[in-house]
């Protein structure tokens, strides 16, 4: 059983791959996102029209969605898009949870469902992403021995999958764990 870090909020949801049939679920989160939220995940200002094009594009061109799904919402989600063009294989990561469970554990959930299934698919590194000033999203590439650096005005995190320790892919079970 995962337990999570605030006691605040009762989950019930559990962590998993979510289905092309389930793009409008990823959409309707990405929708769901504040304003801060919403510029954290895409490192600026994202409108609604782009996050419907962005979600779809997602799908359309194979991206790996996982998501924190409660009943029929996903509340967090996390994608591995492939890198083609780097070499050795790669794969770009991103996060996106809502506001109410932010800071509660449910981003390192994601984050390791995320590497088994990029380990899975061949990935030697993963890359992420992010703002200068997104210190939650350093803190948690740092967790997983992301080596950041500061390129073109992001901060850009690089994850050699071979230094991070081997996770279980199970099932996390959240129907008794505390979110808050």
């Known amino acids: ?9 009762q989950a019930s949801g559990i962590v998993r791959r979510l289905r092309p049939s389930e793009l409008p679920l990823f959409r309707d989160h990405l929708m769901r996102l504040d304003p801060e939220s919403r510029r954290d995940r895409f490192n600026g200002a994202a409108s609604d029209a782009f996050l419907e094009r962005y979600a779809e594009r997602c799908f359309r061109e194979g991206a790996t969605v996982v998501g924190y799904v409660e009943g029929m919402r996903v509340l967090g989600a996390a994608e591995l898009h492939e890198r083609p063009e780097l070499d050795p294989p790669t794969g770009e990561i991103a996060f996106s949870v809502e506001k109410k469970l932010q800071h509660c554990g449910i981003g390192s959930l994601l984050f390791k469902r995320l590497i088994a299934h990029a380990r899975a698919l061949g990935y ?3 890359r992420v992403t992010t703002h200068p000033q997104n210190d939650a999203m350093r803190r948690l590439a740092r ?13 850009v995190g690089h994850i050699v999958l071979d230094d991070v320790p081997f996770v279980d892919d199970a099932e996390p079970d959240l129907s008794t764990a505390a979110v808050g």
């Open 1 to 9: 059983m995962s337990r999570l870090a605030s006691p605040n909020i």
């Open 124 to 126: 030697t590194q993963l």
């Open 143 to 155: 967790k997983f021995k992301a080596r950041l650096s500061f390129e073109e005005g992001e901060t």
